[in-house]
């Protein structure tokens, strides 16, 4: 029987730029998102981010080295930024929602993004005004409740992560 949280046509791979670190995630993502807000317009320099919220656990790293740059979340807890040692791309995050129990893998980094399917464009309301929205995804002007959006399956993960998390994990 097909494991549901399998991803089609096998493990996701990626790295950085330089090319010293490389990964492996072996879980399809609970949830992915396009974020325009502004700290990830600036963390990023571009109009947006795209992060693939995965268990961190199935988030392996298979070559190189990473350093922790913190910066504040909106929520004013930490958001830890994981970056290649030698050329500083950002592989990952850990949000404080979640901690170290879930990492936002950078879906640019992966060798083939067009693997993932995004589940959400968010904080539109900070959009760059020349960017466009895509059609057939759901956009939001700030943040989405994720019980109206995911299927079961893929909020269950996510809500067993939440209880870890609620119980000291992370
Ligand atoms: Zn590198
Ligand atoms: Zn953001």
Redesign the pocket.
């Known amino acids: 029987m097909q494991d549901a949280t399998q991803i089609a046509g096998g493990d996701l791979s990626g790295g950085c730029a330089c090319g010293a670190a490389r990964y492996r995630v072996s879980r399809a993502p609970i949830f992915v998102?396009n974020?325009?807000?502004?700290?990830?317009?600036v963390?990023t320099g571009s109009t947006?981010?795209v992060?693939m919220f995965v268990e961190a656990e199935s988030v392996d790293l298979l070559s190189g080295t990473l350093s922790e740059h913190v910066v504040k979340a909106?929520s004013g807890g930490d958001h830890i930024i994981c970056r290649c040692t030698a050329c500083g791309t950002a592989l990952w995050s850990y949000y404080p929602r979640l901690g170290r129990l879930g990492a936002g893998v950078r879906v640019g980094t992966l060798d083939d993004p067009a693997r993932v399917k995004l589940d959400a464009v968010?904080?539109t309301a900070s959009k760059m005004p020349w960017t466009a929205l895509p059609e057939d995804i759901p956009c939001f002007e700030a943040t989405y409740s994720p019980a109206e959006l995911l299927p079961p399956d893929r909020l269950s993960r996510l809500e067993a992560l939440i209880a870890q998390r609620a119980a000291g994990g992370g």
Do not use: E
């Open positions: 998102n974020c325009h807000c502004r700290r990830c317009q963390q947006s981010v992060n909106g968010i904080f």
